[in-house]
């Protein structure tokens, strides 16, 4: 549903730049919020009522946000609901990591539903706006689609709540967890992060505006947004039956990769049905991405401070990737033009895809130094 906040802002009256400097804000809340929920998720070892409460105060923010008229009005109730959505998408990947691993099901496979819920609220909304004038609308679906998703957790267990009720609440201690994430081997890789997550920003921020530059109406911004998510559903599945054999960094290379062509499809062409199609593959790689990261993840950082190192994660990429991303998309379609964009977009998924490359070199030759020394003792 977020995909088509850009269109309500811009029929609101949002100028470039006060859309500019909410896309600025955004990450600077979210990594505010993710630090405090996360770290509270590990010491209280608890996600679903966390995840309840965050939902409940997101579904009032979005209420609040579409009574309001004023363009300034509108981005506090944005602001105030990044604090409670942002913890939301980091507190779900860590609930699908622990409950793919106690339920002895891939990532990727549980994954998939999501992907496929995304691709259904897509079309739903694009369809809908097509017949429905304005788009004030989107808020009651928004609002509609959040309270199912609150239903929907009623029915499941906390993955990290034990099904013996005597058993105690293991604790845990942050001192412990923050000499994991300074290792080198974990900044390199979150480092390289941000280059794909600078790309995406980009991506996601000035898609809607490429649709309607390019003839398009809001059913290609719903089929534009429909058909990466229903191509991720595949993908997942796959992964989730073929996909445990190969290196994540490898994959992930090849995920950035992939996304790089989608890029200079779209920049040689500029054409809406090309467009369409690049999304294809932007469906291929970002569910590769999300997969292989989610696995190099779980094999870095213990699962009793999952949702810290989660937090952690989109601290780069909120405050770094989306920070820098938002400005330099925000620079160049102001002062260029939105192909200029993309060109960039393009640029930095290279440089992710080589980097992630090197970085997988490098792992297997640690791996082949610990094997040696292992057979040497």
Not at 240 to 245: H, K, N, V, W
Not at 257 to 286: D, K, P, Y
Request: glycine fraction near 6%; charged fraction near 10%; aromatic fraction near 12%.
């Amino acid at each position: 549903m977020a995909s088509f906040f850009p269109l309500y802002f811009k029929d609101i009256g949002y100028s470039g730049e006060l859309y500019g400097l909410q896309n600025a804000l955004l990450p600077l809340v979210a990594l505010f919020s993710n630090y405090i929920w996360s770290i509270l998720s590990d010491k209280l070892s608890r996600i679903k009522l966390l995840l309840i409460g965050l939902n409940m105060m997101s579904l009032l923010s979005v209420a609040v946000m579409f009574v309001m008229k004023s363009p300034l009005g509108v981005m506090a109730a944005m602001l105030t609901y990044q604090f409670f959505a942002a913890p939301v998408a980091v507190l779900v990947e860590s609930f699908i990591m622990l409950k793919s691993r106690s339920l002895k099901i891939s990532y990727a496979s549980l994954r998939s539903a999501g992907a496929a819920g995304y691709s259904f609220a897509a079309l739903i909304v694009g369809v809908a706006l097509a017949y429905i004038a304005g788009f004030e609308p989107i808020g009651w679906m928004f609002l509609l689609f959040m309270a199912l998703a609150l239903i929907s957790l009623i029915p499941v267990s906390d993955p990290r709540r034990s099904a013996k009720a005597s058993e105690p609440v293991e604790r845990v201690s942050m001192k412990e967890a923050w000499p994991l994430f300074r290792k080198p081997q974990v900044m390199l890789f979150l480092m390289v992060n941000c280059l794909c997550g600078m790309a995406m920003v980009m991506s996601d921020q000035y898609l809607s505006f490429l649709l309607v530059e390019l003839g398009g109406t809001s059913l290609h911004n719903g089929l534009a947004w429909m058909i990466p998510a229903g191509i991720e559903v595949v993908v997942f599945i796959l992964i989730g039956r073929l996909g445990s054999g190969f290196h994540p960094l490898f994959m992930l290379a090849l995920g950035a990769f992939l996304f790089a062509v989608r890029s200079l499809l779209i920049i040689f062409t500029m054409n809406l049905a090309v467009l369409l199609f690049s999304q294809v593959i932007l469906g291929i790689a970002i569910a590769i991405y999300l997969s292989y990261t989610a696995q190099y993840m779980i094999q870095l950082i213990p699962d009793r401070y999952r949702s810290t190192g989660q937090a952690v994660m989109s601290m780069f990429m909120s405050v770094f990737a989306a920070t820098l991303g938002a400005v330099l998309g925000s620079f160049l379609f102001s002062n260029v033009d939105i192909k200029a964009v993309f060109i960039a977009n393009c640029v930095l998924l290279v440089l992710a895809s080589i980097c992630f490359l090197g970085l997988h070199i490098q792992d297997r030759r640690r791996s082949i130094q610990s094997h040696d020394q292992s057979m040497t003792l």
